[in-house]
């Protein structure tokens, strides 16, 4: 690697101000240009506001920088999720076996301003009000617009922490093409809010992620540590009733909500006015065949793979990016060796996750209440049991787990048509043939050791 071990990060949200952190503790000079101001001093003006989902990835990454105890005292813990479907008992679905297998709810907006003081601590140069403009790579200087000053910087190397919108993307594909696109799902969201109740505390149980499942559609709930709840309801755009073209205004609202989730009305006391003020959100996989320029520029997080939000990865996957390409700027001889190293280790695994994150829409909208779903669940669990290290529920090796994506996905894959073909017609566990299932299952599954 060069003696000039300097580089510049285009965004400082969550990525960004965590990949400055690792490296500035290994010794690079960092500069961090925002295109937003100071939100410790501004207050925090980000985006989509969905509650992130801090799991094993994020948190091992967290760790990395000494950032964990921070983060932790404001976040949320969430065993499981709380399904309430419109008949039934409402109940908890554990994520894991115990309380050690857990994740946690976090405000982006309070994550983004620890993660910016310790930045900032390690002697990482942050730069607020700079929206990148272009970028020159024969001469190697990008120029920011500061207020209405343009500012020119000189650059070894750039990496876009910018975000699914990323100008450092746009830059790169004037140079060679990236292979870009984008696949729009045809649902969006829309967040409302479950305040506090009279007492100061949770109106409902605080540790959990409540679902509201209604097959093509569904509401959440993720708990905020000032008791309050970030509702999402996610819809079709347009289409069959309900979507948001069927439902535009506060009466819709009451109207569906009273219908179709009638036990939430009582928890949300500004429905007909946040619905009719609260924009609706969009939701996006965004693809690239390639993430990197030689070692000029390199992409990470959702500037290279953003994603639906319904596994609760993104954050965490954009963590993981952050510590492998530390890693792999420490092992590497040039720049250009270690983002290609970088990007062969974790675009397979981001193509893993994003299709992860799909099919779990599905899972939550239309499966969780299912008695199939429910069964296949309990067997799962069983099986975890039999042949511990074996056989690993998906979600645990999705969440609590730091495998490769790829290898959670293929050997999710393995385990569902197990679980399948020895439920098959079944109503209960009673009449598994658990002597057949117990050799399928070895002959099948390989020993897995955590990374």
Not at 253 to 265: H, V
Not at 338 to 355: D, G, V
Request: charged residues 25%.
């Amino acid at each position: 690697m060069p003696a000039d071990k300097s580089i510049t990060l285009v965004g400082g949200g969550l990525a960004g101000a965590l990949l400055a952190i690792l490296l500035a503790r290994r010794g690079w000079s960092v500069d961090v240009f925002e295109r937003r101001g100071d939100p410790r001093v501004e207050g925090y003006a980000g985006g989509r506001s969905i509650n992130l989902a801090l799991a094993e990835r994020g948190l091992h990454a967290l760790r990395q920088a000494g950032a964990d105890g921070d983060v932790l005292q404001q976040a949320v813990m969430m065993r499981g999720r709380f399904v309430h479907p419109l008949a039934g008992e409402s109940g908890l679905q554990r994520y894991g076996r115990d309380d050690s297998e857990v994740i946690w709810s976090i405000n982006r907006g309070e994550l983004n301003l620890v993660l910016l003081d310790i930045a900032e601590s390690h002697g990482a140069r942050l730069h607020f009000d700079h929206a990148l403009e272009q970028v020159d790579f024969g001469a190697r200087i990008a120029t920011f617009r500061h207020h209405a000053e343009r500012v020119a910087h000189p650059f070894r190397a750039l990496v876009g922490t910018d975000g699914a919108g990323s100008t450092l993307r746009a830059e790169m594909a004037k140079v060679l093409p990236l292979g870009e696109r984008t696949d729009w799902l045809d649902h969006g969201y829309k967040e409302l809010e479950i305040p506090p109740a009279a007492d100061g505390g949770f109106r409902i149980e605080p540790n959990a992620l409540h679902i509201w499942p209604r097959g093509h559609y569904m509401c959440i709930a993720l708990p905020n540590d000032e008791r309050t709840f970030t509702v999402t309801l996610f819809m079709p755009h347009r289409g069959a009733h309900p979507s948001f073209e069927t439902v535009q205004t506060g009466d819709e609202a009451l109207a569906l909500f009273g219908e179709q989730f009638p036990d939430t009305l009582p928890l949300i006391p500004a429905l007909r006015h946040d619905y009719e003020a609260n924009p609706v959100g969009n939701l996006a996989t965004l693809y690239l065949d390639r993430w990197h320029l030689g070692g000029d520029a390199v992409l990470l997080g959702d500037a290279a793979h953003a994603m639906v939000p319904f596994h609760g990865q993104g954050m965490n996957c954009a963590f993981e990016d952050c510590v492998a390409l530390a890693d792999h700027l420490d092992r590497a001889r040039t720049l250009a060796e270690a983002f290609a190293a970088f990007e062969a280790e974790r675009k397979p695994n981001a193509e893993a996750i994003q299709r992860m994150a799909l099919e779990n829409y599905i899972e939550m909208r239309d499966r969780v209440d299912d008695a199939d779903y429910l069964l296949q669940r309990a067997l799962e669990l069983v099986l975890q049991a039999r042949h511990p290290g074996r056989f690993i529920p998906h979600y645990a090796m999705v969440t609590f787990m730091r495998i490769p994506y790829a290898l959670a996905l293929h050997r999710s894959e393995v385990q569902r048509r197990l679980l399948e073909d020895a439920t098959r017609g079944l109503a209960t566990l009673d009449a598994v043939d658990w002597a057949r299932l117990d050799a399928a299952v070895l002959a099948a599954l390989e020993p897995l050791q955590d990374a």
